[in-house]
């Protein structure tokens, strides 16, 4: 069983990343400090800070849920009718086999990149990924 991830970072607008997380990714608030937030992100805890002297945003590289198609498909058009611009347009690879796969990127108000993954078979990409860690 695969236990949910904690991850924390500065935002220089904690109200304009709420929006998004929330009202535009249908996420849920935990707690709510003022200065931070905890959202439930598809199952993991994200705490966002807002930035202040001393704590300074700072935009992550990338990283994301993996979700099933249709929950994938349905984000990616909430994104569309939120104006939200893909780095990377929803992509599919191996349509129609058991190896397929879709990602797209889109960027959150701190700049931070998201990735959305689905794989039709997850437990086929989780072999796949432990087998190259193997390696």
Not at 82 to 95: A, I, W, Y
Request: proline content about 6%; aromatic content about 12%; hydrophobic content about 40%.
């Amino acid at each position: 069983m695969i236990k949910p991830f904690h991850l924390s970072f500065v935002v220089p607008d904690l109200e304009q990343s709420r929006e998004f997380y929330v009202n535009l990714l249908g996420c849920k608030v935990g707690r709510d400090a003022g200065t931070w937030i905890d959202i439930v992100f598809f199952g993991h805890q994200l705490t966002l800070h807002q930035e202040r002297p001393g704590m300074a945003a700072r935009p992550i590289d990338h990283f994301g849920p993996i979700l099933e198609k249709t929950h994938w498909q349905s984000i990616a058009q909430k994104l569309t009718a939120g104006g939200v611009g893909f780095q990377l347009p929803p992509t599919v690879k191996g349509d129609g086999t058991d190896l397929e796969s879709g990602k797209y990127i889109v960027k959150d108000p701190a700049g931070n990149l998201l990735e959305f993954k689905y794989y039709v078979s997850f437990s086929s990409a989780l072999q796949i990924s432990q087998d190259a860690d193997l390696q």
